[in-house]
């Protein structure tokens, strides 16, 4: 008689392949599909062990209480700031992310709002599509080249973003409280107004959270100024985006590239009447082959914990 699979709870829609690789091996429950939680719950919650979810979807204490069993959560991306920490650590449940496979996608995404805002690509694609380049030229942009990006938040994803930055020509800068760190020769900023000072282009990509919530505020972006653009490639909680609105439609700052929102897929109906604000739904890591990488990881860690009970890319909580 073969063995009974291992339960495992799927918070929302994954990557196809993650779904085959889980539906093949595990008993899969999906949490869209149930409609009375309660009534599931009193059936099933006992055997789940295992819930994956993604950075997006995070979890619900409330849901993970009617678990009592649950040993182990499996998200996918590398933020898990939708997760309490704090709930899972009380109750010895396991956590992993999927590090690093999305570097490059998050920083190509960077660099790809910054060029987007600074030579006006999304507003002169309208301008063409609108017919209107027979009646007049296109107003100029602005150079990378030479300028200084900021970095808010130099982890893994940081200083992928400057490599590429400074293959760009650009001058990188960086924000961390405290010490500089080591490895890197970049200009380190300890205070953050100061950095958005001298910064063309501030890029924010720290991790989200408590601690990040609103770190780019109205003086921050008071300090970047008028010539300056703003891209956030983190987390819509990082950026005030009442300020940010504000000190848009103030002509404060130049412009901004955003990939992430306070209220998604929520976008604030100011920024859609803004030609200097390019804006893109969360898709920093969403390219082919990083979304395969990171379902592939998300999958490794789950048999290497229900197989050897040990996870590829644990979060230490
Ligand atoms: C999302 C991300 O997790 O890795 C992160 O932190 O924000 C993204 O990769 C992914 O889009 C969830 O589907």
Known sequence: MSEKKTDILVWGQMHASLMQ?????????????INDIEAWADQHGTQVRGV??????????????????LEVVNSFGV??????????????????????????????????????????I????????????????????????GKTCGIVGLGKIGKTIAKRAAAFEMNI????????????????????????QDSDYLIVIVPGGPDTQHLIDADVL??????????????????????LVA?????????????????????PAELLKLDNVVLTPHIGSG?????????????????GYFEKGTLVTPVEL
């Open 21 to 33: 690789n889980l539906e093949r091996d595990y008993s899969v429950h999906k949490l869209a599909d």
């Open 52 to 69: 994956v979810t993604s950075g997006v979807f995070g979890t619900d204490n409330a849901i993970l209480d009617r678990l009592p069993n």
């Open 79 to 120: 933020g898990y700031d939708a997760v309490d920490t704090q709930y899972l650590s009380r109750r010895g449940i396991k956590l992993s992310n999927t590090p690093d496979v999305l570097n490059n996608a998050v920083a190509e995404t960077a660099m790809a709002l910054m060029l987007c805002v600074s030579r006006r």
């Open 122 to 145: 999304s507003e002169a694609e309208r301008f063409v599509r609108a017919g209107q380049w027979p009646n007049g030229k296109f107003p100029l942009g602005n150079d990378l080249c």
């Open 173 to 196: 800068a960086y924000f961390r409280r405290g010490r500089p760190y080591d490895d890197v020769s970049y200009r380190h900023y300890g205070d953050l107004r100061e950095l958005a």
């Open 222 to 243: 008071r300090a970047l100024g008028p010539k300056s653009f703003l891209i956030n490639v983190a987390r819509g909680t990082v950026v005030d985006e009442k300020a």
């Open 247 to 267: 000190s848009l439609l103030a002509s404060e700052i130049a412009g901004a590239g955003l990939d992430v929102f306070d209220d998604e897929p929520n976008v």
């Open 287 to 303: 390219t082919y082959e990083t979304r395969q990488a990171m379902a592939d990881l998300v999958f490794a860690n789950v048999k």
